[in-house]
């Protein structure tokens, strides 16, 4: 079975800094793009930034020049460093990979649960 699971949320000053970790466990073959969306109550699930399994990155608009989504094939795992944090970024965060089952499956999206992040003075 696999497991997507983040860390890293909590309460920022507006102008402050918080890092994301996501990371997928389980038994797999591989894993393709992996993401982070974001939820804030009353708007539809955002995409925020993306990176495949050979580092080609995208961003939302919204955080360009902000964050950065950073990723280590070894453990699985990628990370969002985000700087600058706005009270508009106050969300919750998810994490999503897209995963290969075996060498011929279909690849599957698994999503996180997710974690809070705050940002307020």
């Known amino acids: 079975q696999v497991q997507v699971e983040e860390s890293g949320g909590g309460l920022v000053q507006p102008g402050g800094s918080l890092r994301l970790s996501c990371a997928a466990s389980g038994m797999f073959f591989s894993i393709n793009t992996m993401s982070w969306y974001r939820r804030t109550p009353g708007k539809q699930r955002e995409s925020v930034a993306s990176i495949t399994r050979g580092g080609v990155t995208n961003y939302a608009d919204s955080v360009k020049g902000r964050f950065t989504i950073s990723r280590d094939n070894a453990k699985d795992t990628i990370n969002l460093q985000m700087n600058s944090l706005k009270p508009e970024d106050t969300a919750v965060y998810y994490c999503?990979?897209?995963?290969?089952?075996?060498?011929?499956?279909?690849?599957?999206?698994?999503w996180g649960q997710g974690t809070q992040v705050t940002v307020s003075s």
């Open positions: 999503n990979a897209l995963i290969l089952p075996s060498n011929s499956g279909v690849p599957q999206i698994h």
